[in-house]
């Protein structure tokens, strides 16, 4: 926990607030915790000097981009060593139809999130970029049918004595 940000009651506000609308004005912030708007600036400015905020994000709605369907592929690389990890990082995160990829433990080593037009581009998808690829040894599709959007991150509770 040595990379944790010391944060008061306010600072957890501020930080609930913004990740429900990171559009909220600081004037608008500053009234909602009861401070200047000054000092709420200066507070989010702290939290991005340490990387406790990194950034903002635009979320789009796939289906209106004309991908429609998203699905989670369960991709195993063999030998999954370092030579061959780079790269085909970098090449899963250069495809237009990557949303997230993330580095497991267990027998699949990455989870990558994808959206697609439809089930032929998600079989093109499949076929051409991932099990052509030499070190991909196997492939799994999960179809999403729904997802939601969970509440802010904040720090665990202090354990009470």
Do not use: K
């Not at 990379?3 to 506000?13: A, F, I, K, N, W």
């Amino acid at each position: 926990m040595s990379d944790s940000v010391r944060l008061d009651p306010v600072d957890l506000e501020i930080l609930r607030l913004l990740q429900n609308d990171a559009r909220t004005t600081y004037r608008d912030l500053a009234q909602a915790v009861g401070l200047a708007p000054s000092t709420c600036l200066d507070r989010v400015a702290r939290m991005r000097r340490t990387g406790l905020i990194l950034g903002h994000a635009l979320r789009l709605d796939p289906a209106r981009l004309g991908r429609s369907l998203e699905a989670l592929l369960l991709v195993q690389v063999r030998p999954h060593r370092r030579e061959l990890i780079g790269p085909f990082v970098e090449r899963v995160r250069a495809l237009p139809e990557s949303r997230a990829l993330f580095h497991l433990t267990g027998p699949d080593d990455y989870l990558i999130h994808v959206a697609v037009t439809g089930p032929s581009d998600l079989q093109r998808l499949v076929l051409d970029e991932f099990t052509s690829r030499r070190e991909v040894a196997r492939v799994e599709t999960r179809l999403i049918f729904q997802q939601w959007s969970c509440g802010p991150l904040l720090p665990p509770e202090p354990d009470e004595p």
